[in-house]
C-alpha cells in the first residue's frame, strides 16, 4: 500500500493506494470519531461492496442508502434523500459519512457531508478510475443544477481517501477509460515525465495491470494534491485541472448527461484545447497527434458523435463556471505537459475550433 | 453610526449599526468585488425596502428574486430558486448575494452564497430585530428540513451586515416583541450589566426608543460577537447561545412552524430552562419569576398556547442537533447573566419541567 499525505493544514488528511485494502478496518476506524456511520452508495456498487465495507465497521452503528446509479440522479433531490436518512436514523452532528462509489456518488456524499447540520465528517472509497483520480482528491463536493453542471456545492474535505484498486475489476471497459482520459490529462496539464510513462505504458494499462494501475493512480494524485495544496479554493493554478472542462462540460450541457460519460467528454474536450493552442501556435500538429494517438489508444472518443450547433456550443461553454464576469477563460498547452490559463485567444480560432467539431 | 467587527482572522467583517443607513451606498458597495449584484429579499419586504437598496447599487448589474414569506418557505426548494435565478442571469462566481430581509431571507441567502459555485460573497441588510440580533452575526446559515429545523445548512460569513434601525419601523408589535426574545437571551446568558440595562428600559425599548434600540442591538451584536469568535464552529461555548432553543426547537416541531414566531417559542424554552435551573437548584423562584416578568413586559409568550403530549416533545427534543450520541446536552443557569452546558441533570426534572408546560 502507498499513502499518500493531502497538505492542507487542519485539514490534512492521507490518501491510501493499494490492493486488497477493503480487509483492512483500521483504514476506515482511526479516522472515525462517533458511533455513527452512515454509507452513501448506489444500485451497482451495492451488490459488489455495501456488504465488504460494513463487515469493517462492526463496531458502529452503520446504516445505508442506496441511490440511483447515474449522473442524471447528481441532483439537490437526490442529496435530499440523504438528509432524510440521516434524520430517519436519528443521526446526530459526531456521525460519519462514506462515499461508497464513482464520482457522482462522492461529489453528492461530500456535499450531504459539508452540509448536514452545517458539517460532518466523511471519507470516500471511489470505486472507479475517474473518481480514484479525480473526485476523490481537492474536496470538490455538489450536484448539477437544470441550467449547469456542478453549479451547486462546497469546498469540503474528506479525513481520509482508501483506494482500492481491486474494485476496477468490476468497472466495465468503458468507465475504465473513462478514467483514463483524467490520467492522461495530469500527464498533458503539467507532467512531461508521467506523459511518457502513459505513452510507454498504456496498452499495460489497458489491460489493467495492478502494479501500472497503482503507479498511475498514485501519480495522478500527487499530481492533483500539489495543485490543490498550493491552491484549495481554486484562484489560481487549480484552474488548470479544468484543461479539457469547459469544452467538455459544453459537451455534456448540450447533448444531455448520459450521452457521453464524463471522462469521454473530457477526452473530446482536450483535443479541442490542443487542438486551439495548435492553431494559437503553442503545439505542433505532430504534438496534436501524439495528443490524439495516445487518446485513441485509451479507447476514448475524439470527436463529438452528436449533432450540437456551434452556436448551442457556446452558449453552453459561457454559463461554465470558470467564466469571469463574461469573458471565458480557458486552459490551453504551451507544450505537452505544460499547460496554462487564457483568455486572450483570438475568438475567430476558438470559433475554428468548435466548427471543426461541431456538425 | 456605530461599526463592531467581528474578528475571525481572513474571515472577519464588520456590523453597522444606526439609522438612515440605506441611503448610504459606500456601506456596501466597498464590499462588493465584482460587478454583479442578486438581492434575495421577499413579498413582504420587496415593497418596502427593495427600490431603495437598488438606488445604491447603481453601478453594478443588479438582479432580485423576491421569494415567499415565512419560515414554512425555508427550504431547499426555495434556495433552488436562488440557483434558478443567479443561473438565469448568468451570474459567476465573482457575484455577490445580498440578503434583504429577516432570518429567513438571510439564512437561505447565506447557504445558496455558500453553495452557489461553491462559495461566492455575500451581504446581510437584516430587517428584523430578530435578524439584526442574533441570524446575521456569525455566519450560521441553512434550510429546515421536513424532519427538522435547521438541519442542512453551512458556516459562511458575510462580507458585512448593514443593520439600520429604522427599517424596525415596519416591524409589526408581535415580530418586534419576538426580535426582543434573543436580546433578553443575551442578558441572560452571560451579561448581567446588559440584563440590568434591560430590566431597567424595557418600557422605553417597546415603544421603540431609537436610541435604546441602537443600544441594545450593539450590545447583542457585541456579546454574541465575541462568543462567535472564540468559538466559530460551535465546537463549545457558543452552545450557550442556544439557551431556550432545544426547548423552543420542541415546540415549533410539535405545534409545527407558524403557530410561534421563533422568538416566542424562545421565549417559552427560556423559561422552561430557568424552571429547569430552579428544579436543579440553580436559581430562586424570585429569579424565575425576574425571567417570566421580563418577558411579559416584552409582551411574549410564557406557556404553551397548543396542545402537545409529553412524550412528543421528548421526542422532538431528542432530535435537535444539540444531541451528541444520544444525550441531551441542556444550556441552564447557574445565576442570571451567567449560563452553562449542561447533560448531567435529572431527567425526572426535565420530564416535571415538560409536563407542566405541556398539556
Redesign the interface.
Known sequence: MRTLKLDLGEKSYPIYIGQDLLSQPELLTQHIS???VMIVTNTTVAPLYLDQVKLLLSEYTVAEVVLPDGEQYKT?DTV?LI??AL??T?F???CTLIALGGGVIGDMTG?AA??????VNFIQIPTTLLSQVDSSVGG???VN????KN?????YQPKCVVIDVDTLDTLDNRQYSAGMAEVIKYGLLGNTHFLNYLQTNIHGLMSRDKALTIEAVYQSCEDKANIVAEDE??AGKRALLNLGHTFGHAIENTLGYGMYLHGEAISVGMLMAAKLSQLEDYLSSDQVAQVQDLLEKANLPISIAGKISASDFMAAM??D?K????NIRLVLLKELGDAFICDDYQDQLLNQVINEFCQ
Do not use: C, P, W
Request: net charge positive.
Open positions: 462517533g458511533k455513527q439537490l435530499n438528509f432524510s434524520l430517519e436519528r446526530d452532528r459526531s456535499f459539508a452540509s448536514y447540520q452545517r458539517g470538490k463536493t455538489g443544477h437544470v441550467l449547469g453549479m451547486i456545492g462546497a469546498f479554493l481554486e459561457s454559463v463556471k467564466v469571469i464576469d463574461g
